[in-house]
């Protein structure tokens, strides 16, 4: 049986989430990349341009992986299609503080969320790590199901790539720094039916 080889790509670096001083609680917050992750969104696109060929460019359409995803279609000669499902957790309420104010003000929420035991934890009026996972296995499975016998890219966030790679593993949805990659990095899946084979994990580009 054919599979999907799925090229996973994360968004190039935005300053947001640095884990400095400046970082925020980064879900459906949308901040746009910087520098940095512009120029590694261009690294992305040339390395990807010299790897066998693609068929289609799927991404979030939060700014950071639409920019990214945009950088890759162009030195593809394709054009990105937006999938609402490769979005990040949704943190709720609290979407866009600074971590600094989120420890403050919900210390015990957030010693809870460190713990990483339990996969229905939620920020306040947000979305479960059960939810989250289900929502990007479902999403990708579909994608892949649609080319078979295909290579795509699926520009998203280090949320749902860890997801994917969580449940590829038999790891706790709680588990959602298990498998954190970097800014600009590709993650590489053949996948077929329900179940894929992991090939290459957290490559950069640079």
């Known amino acids: 049986m054919p599979h999907c080889t799925v090229v996973l790509v994360r968004h190039g670096h935005v300053h947001d989430n640095d884990c400095g001083p400046g970082s925020r609680l980064l879900?459906?917050?949308?901040?746009?990349?910087?520098?940095?992750?512009?120029?590694?969104?261009?690294?992305?696109?040339?390395?990807?341009?010299?790897?066998?060929s693609v068929s289609a460019v799927y991404a979030s359409p939060l700014r950071r992986a639409w920019a990214t995803a945009s950088s890759i279609g162009a030195a593809l000669g394709l054009r990105p299609r937006r999938r609402a499902a490769l979005r990040e957790i949704a943190c709720g309420s609290l979407?866009?503080?600074?971590?600094?104010?989120?420890?403050a003000r919900h210390p015990a929420l957030w010693r809870r969320n460190l713990a990483q035991v339990d996969e229905n934890f939620t920020w306040p009026g947000g979305e479960s790590y059960r939810g989250f996972r289900r929502r990007v296995v479902r999403a990708v499975t579909m994608l892949a199901a649609a080319h078979l016998g295909e290579r795509i890219v699926v520009v998203t966030h280090a949320g749902a790539i860890s997801q994917l790679l969580g449940a590829l593993h038999a790891e706790s949805p709680a588990r959602w720094e298990a498998f954190r990659v970097g800014?600009?990095?590709?993650?590489?899946?053949?996948?077929?039916?329900?179940?894929?084979a992991l090939v290459r994990y957290n490559l950069r580009a640079a």
């Open 27 to 52: 879900g459906w917050t949308d901040p746009p990349l910087s520098e940095l992750g512009r120029t590694q969104a261009e690294q992305l696109a040339r390395y990807l341009a010299s790897q066998p």
């Open 95 to 103: 979407d866009g503080l600074p971590l600094a104010e989120v420890q």
């Open 183 to 196: 800014n600009g990095s590709v993650t590489e899946l053949h996948w077929q039916g329900y179940q894929a």
